[in-house]
């Protein structure tokens, strides 16, 4: 009756000197789930801060890769209010959260599935009159895998570095990728116009900037063509207009006709 009950409540049962003394169960998610309900009934506003403060990291993570791409410590330009909403800025850090809750589902029935074909081994292998030294000691850390309660703070570790591990490299690649596009000239284009000046701020070889992003206190701006990035201070910026898709397709056709004007039909002997 209670290895009955025990299948069905997907725990195993501790075995120490020929007696049962504990419960493990089999999913270390599982295991966690009714202490955080219950923190989270007497708390109920941790939840909110918890995944506010998922989000403001993944949100410093994104800022850091990017930035450090075009040489910018934006950490060290950055105040107090830059950390907290740098994840409400980028959709990405709502997306890296929420997408953090499957992968490690997965992971977790993963285990739970791998920890029920090492029960069914272990019971083959208890059914055996003889065993050889490997059997042996395979049947010992078989066992101290299903039974030790030690093992699922193992899991859980490697739960929390997976969540790390996933987070970092898909900020990375998310990163590169905004970083690439800005260097190439296809993010967003902006006119910047600083201040006691009657023109705007040219690039140097176009009246337009690469727009990376700003802080409390300084905006970014990149010049694809020197391949420069620029920190401006807040203070000394009068203007900064975005340029559209189209308005954008016409100064580029324009500086082109106008730094080439030999393109007029020459003269026959």
């Known amino acids: ?10 725990n195993l049962p ?3 000197g020929g007696g049962v003394r504990a419960q493990v169960p089999e999913s270390a998610l599982h295991s966690l789930l ?6 989270l009934r007497r708390e109920p506003a941790l939840a909110i ?41 980028h959709p990405l850090a709502l997306v890296l959260v929420l997408s953090t809750f499957p992968i490690i589902w997965f992971f977790d029935r993963l285990n739970v599935r791998m920890r029920r074909k090492y029960r069914q081994l272990v019971e083959a292998l208890r059914v055996r009159e003889t065993l050889s030294w490997r059997e042996r000691l395979r ?9 030790s309660s ?3 703070w193992v899991l859980q570790a490697t739960y929390f570095f997976v969540i790390v591990l996933y987070g970092w490299n898909f900020v990375t690649i998310y990163a590169s990728f905004q970083a690439r596009q800005a260097r190439s000239g296809t993010a967003a284009q902006v006119r910047v116009r600083l201040n006691g000046s009657e023109a705007d701020l040219a690039a140097s070889r176009s009246s337009t900037w690469t727009y990376l ?28 207009e975005p340029v559209r898709p189209s308005a954008r397709a016409g100064a580029a056709k324009a500086e082109a006709e106008k730094a080439d004007p030999a393109g007029e039909v020459a003269p026959k002997p």
Do not use: C
């Not at 694809?224 to 401006?232: E, G, H, M, N």
């Open 34 to 39: 009714p202490h955080l309900l219950r923190l």
């Open 139 to 147: 049947l010992r850390w078989l066992d101290w895998q299903l039974t």
């Open 14 to 16: 501790v075995r120490q």
């Open 213 to 240: 992003g700003a802080v409390s206190n300084y905006v970014f701006v990149y010049d694809a063509a020197a391949k420069q990035s620029l920190i401006l201070p807040t203070n000394n910026v009068t203007r900064i």
């Open 150 to 152: 030690n093992h699922m």
């Open 49 to 89: 801060t918890l995944a506010y403060l998922l989000v403001a990291m993944a949100g410093i993570f994104y800022n850091y890769r990017f930035y450090a791409k075009f040489d910018i410590p934006v950490l060290g330009l950055s105040q107090i209010g830059d950390f907290l909403t740098a994840g409400i800025q």
């Open 1 to 10: 009756m209670a290895a009955t009950a025990n299948e069905e409540t997907g």
